[in-house]
């Protein structure tokens, strides 16, 4: 054992003996290789039989150490091989670097040499730049002499509605324009001087082609208004519509031709344009769907409300049909395959009516309207009639373009409809159970009871309007109108019940009432015409203090201003009221608020606050007359739902011809101004003429006498349909001099 351990350990003492002591780790090392050694040793040779095999763990032992010390060696050579190569290549790498430092140092001399010969040849530069920009001034000569003449002849071109033509002479002005600009851009590149010069320039090019930006504008409008008129042009003549897409189509080629060469590779791309890309394509579409829109809005525009909503909704459906099968069979072909139109005009028709029907839908609709409204949107809409065309197939599968009504909106609608059949006539019908007398009996009671409330309604609109004029002082009921207008809305809701009630008596029953026959539908009318009054003459009490100021000498004195804005509100108010009322008294309330405004208006003028002295006067009188006419005018049209009075005198074409009476400068023409007055409105009398003639100030006695005579002579029986507007304007008594009891006065 002692002579292994001294034949083994010799190797380790010798590699020991050749690491230096600074390393303490080679130390430590070999202690633990000794430690697992003797660990290992103790565990083989643990009995002496064990020791024959001595000399195979030797021999084993002394070829692994052998191989690992092959191995190190190897290792560490190719080590050394490496770094020396490494060396190698530093070596030529500094050599290489100090002949680059070598050359680099000429080269920098040879540039401060250099320096100064390009100081010398700044001039030559300046003077290449002004000679490219004469050879392009002189190169587009004929070009900028013959500008304005291309000019008007393409405005007149596009006048003719000569689009192709003219759009020709407008893409030659345009690439005249853009090799100019591109032109200037190159000679302004190489410097700052060049540059400002080039860019002051350009902005003299674009102002001398301005008449091209008017060129285009003026194209873009005709051929807009061809395209929206391309259901008309189809039928008759389709030329136009299709030189209008050629024109859209040579422009998107030039839109991206250019967008293309202006991200051209290396950095000499063209700026682009003026006004590109134009994107016309895009706005063929658009108004494309605009010319549906309108389309749609002129059909849209029927009775929709009430009975009429069913024959609203067929004429659509015909409108829309029609207009899709012109689309079909004659636009389609003269577009190409790509624009799809009939699939475009169809979404266009389908937002349209997405938006219209969102619109009836928020209507307080009556069951027999929500059963059309239901009926149209889930049977007919996507029948064969209408989207399931065959023609439209195609264009359905493509692309779903959604439901008409949202499914949250269809659920509102169906319960609307079965709450809105749940009414007063279930007792009806359930007397028909037994007979037919019973249910007439039943009925009759009904409208007894039914008449006999809406009189007491009406008392009670009476006494409420009284009690409000007695409080208005302290302003305790402030929602006095809104419980009027409410009242309004419940009657015309009750009167449809009523009517369904009467309808539902038999022919027979009108011969067995024991006493008068019931008039509910009479009661009802005098209820809401008696709380329409008492809206009116709320509104007339609420102008009241804005009309005073009106019409005097002092508001003749002060600078013009319109109608008081503080009457307006008052005005606008009431409108927005109103709004919330059920037609048709809706209409009605807008109606005679117009008419009371003009009244009142007119009311003022009679109290002849201001009597004209001179021409003056009364031409600025007139004058400003006519303007509060036409202020009036338009602020109602600006209101919602005002279409004016129908078939009646329209109040507001009364001050206008006033404004014409005043202003009138011959004294002798007033009879016939006066004629003309009693042609428009006949019920006009004797004393609103005569005070008409002190306004002026400037009649005479016997022009006066004659005027009036001729009033007496030629007063025409009222017109049937004619409602009369003097009448309801009082002309105040004139207040009788003091003069002493003699015969004369009496």
């Keep these: 054992m002692s002579e292994g351990d001294k034949d083994g350990g010799d190797k380790p003492e010798d590699a020991a003996a050749g690491i230096p002591e600074v390393w303490p780790e080679a130390e430590r090392a070999e202690s633990l290789a000794r430690g697992a050694a003797l660990k290992w040793a103790s565990g083989v040779f643990c009995r002496p039989e064990h020791l024959e095999r001595l000399g195979q763990y030797r021999k084993r032992e002394s070829q692994r150490t052998s191989s690992i010390h092959t191995r190190l060696k190897s290792m560490v050579q190719s080590y050394l091989e490496g770094v020396g190569w490494g060396l190698g290549q530093l070596h030529e790498a500094r050599a290489e670097l100090k002949e680059v430092s070598h050359a680099l140092a000429k080269a920098g001399v040879e540039s401060r040499r250099n320096a100064e010969g390009v100081k010398a040849l700044e001039m030559i530069r300046e003077v290449s730049v002004n000679h490219c920009q004469l050879l392009a001034a002189v190169s587009n000569l004929p070009h900028l002499y013959s500008v304005r003449s291309m000019v008007s002849e393409t405005e007149r071109l596009v006048e003719s509605r000569r689009l192709l033509e003219a759009h020709a002479r407008l893409m030659e002005l345009e690439c005249w324009q853009d090799d100019i600009l591109w032109q200037l851009h190159g000679a302004g590149a190489p410097g700052t001087a060049g540059t400002s010069l080039a860019t002051q320039d350009e902005e003299l090019v674009r102002n001398y082609f301005s008449g091209v930006g008017r060129l285009v504008e003026a194209l873009g409008k005709e051929l807009w208004a061809v395209v929206g008129s391309g259901l008309a042009l189809a039928r008759q003549n389709p030329i136009p519509f299709v030189s209008a897409v050629r024109i859209v189509e040579r422009e998107e080629a030039l839109d991206q031709a250019l967008m293309e060469d202006r991200g051209g590779a290396g950095g000499h791309s063209r700026p682009l344009p003026p006004g590109r890309p134009r994107c016309w394509r895009e706005r063929f579409f658009q108004v494309l769907e605009e010319a549906a829109a309108t389309r749609f809005r002129s059909l849209s525009y029927l009775h929709t409300r009430g009975p009429g909503l069913a024959g609203h909704l067929s004429a659509l459906q015909h409108g829309i049909m029609g207009d899709l099968a012109t689309v079909h069979h004659l636009l389609e072909h003269c577009v190409p395959p790509h624009y799809h139109l009939t699939r475009a005009y169809l979404h266009a028709c389908h937002r349209c009516l997405q938006s219209h ?13 929500i059963f059309a409204v239901l009926n149209w949107v889930l049977h007919i809409y996507n029948s064969s009639e209408m989207m399931g065309h065959p023609d439209l197939a195609v264009e359905m599968e493509s692309e779903q373009p959604g439901p008409l009504i949202s499914q949250e909106g269809l659920e509102q609608l169906q319960n609307k409809y079965v709450h809105s059949v749940r009414m007063l006539e279930e007792n009806a019908r359930v007397a028909l159970m037994i007979s037919e007398s019973l249910r007439d009996q039943t009925i009759q009671m009904g409208l007894y009871e039914l008449e006999n409330l809406l009189n007491r309604f009406r008392e009670a609109l009476v006494e409420f309007g009284k009690e409000h004029r007695r409080d208005q002082s302290t302003n305790q009921n402030k929602f006095y109108l809104h419980y009027l207008l409410a009242s309004i809305s419940n009657c015309i809701i009750l009167k449809t019940s009523t009517e369904s009630l009467q309808r539902q008596l038999s022919s027979r029953s009108a011969s067995r009432f024991s006493r008068t026959p019931p008039g509910p539908l009479a009661a009802l009318d005098r209820a809401v015409r008696r709380a329409c009054r008492l809206v009116m003459d709320q509104l007339q009490l609420e102008l009241q203090p804005f009309l005073q100021g009106l019409l005097s000498r002092s508001w003749l004195a002060r600078e013009y201003v319109a109608v008081s804005p503080k009457l307006c509100g008052v005005l606008e108010r009431h409108f927005d009221l109103y709004s919330r009322v ?36 009364r031409s600025r009188l007139a004058q400003r007359i006519a303007l509060d006419a036409q202020y009036l005018r338009d602020f109602f049209q600006g209101l919602e739902e005002v279409d004016g009075p129908g078939d009646e005198v329209n109040p507001m074409a009364l001050l206008p011809v006033l404004a014409d009476f005043i202003r009138l400068n011959d004294t002798a023409m007033l009879a016939l101004e006066v004629s003309g007055l009693v042609a428009k409105y006949p019920d006009i009398s004797e004393e609103h003429v005569s005070v008409l003639l002190d306004v002026r100030g400037d009649v005479s006695r016997d022009v006066r006498g004659t005027v009036l005579d001729l009033l007496e002579q030629s007063a025409p029986p009222l017109p049937a349909g004619y409602r009369p507007i003097f009448s309801d304007i009082l002309v105040p008594t004139p207040s009788m001099p003091f003069c002493l009891p003699t015969a004369k006065c009496a």
């Design 582 to 617: 059920r037609p048709p008294c809706r209409q009605r309330l807008q109606e005679e608020c117009q008419w009371l405004t003009v009244v009142e208006y007119v009311r003022v003028l009679m109290q002849k606050r201001l009597v004209c002295r001179n021409a003056e006067e």
């Design 357 to 369: 029907l969102g619109q009836v839908s928020g209507w307080e609709l009556e069951s027999g309207e």
